[in-house]
């Protein structure tokens, strides 16, 4: 099974910007979809992005315009670029592949 492994997580104001970056064991990336999640307390983990094989993204409506995935196969690694970051986007951020998850960053977006 894959390992993945986030960083980039952190405390950042309203309005600010961050960058999420999702490393894999193996090169799967480019074979298989893989997915940003995120889990606020209280609440069900959700789909926040995802990026298929060929390329095409997704993203749920409440970061769509603000968040960007990407990757970079040779580096076997998954990006989210979050933007215009909002209270509401705080939450603990999990990349997935099939069965696999990463352990989580921490994102903490002030008021």
């Known amino acids: 099974q894959v390992r993945l492994a986030e960083s980039g997580g952190g405390l950042v104001q309203a309005g600010g910007s961050l960058r999420l970056s999702c490393a894999a064991s193996?090169?799967?990336?480019?074979?298989?979809?893989m997915g940003w999640y995120r889990q606020a307390p209280g609440k069900q983990r959700e789909l926040v992005a995802g990026i298929r094989p060929s390329g095409i993204t997704n993203y749920a409506d409440s970061v769509r315009g603000r968040f960007t995935i990407s990757r970079n196969n040779a580096k076997n690694t998954v990006y989210l670029q979050m933007n215009s970051l909002k209270a509401e986007d705080t939450a603990v951020y999990y990349c997935n592949c099939e069965t696999s998850w990463g352990q989580g960053t921490q994102v903490t977006v002030s008021s």
């Open positions: 193996a090169n799967i990336f480019s074979i298989r979809y």
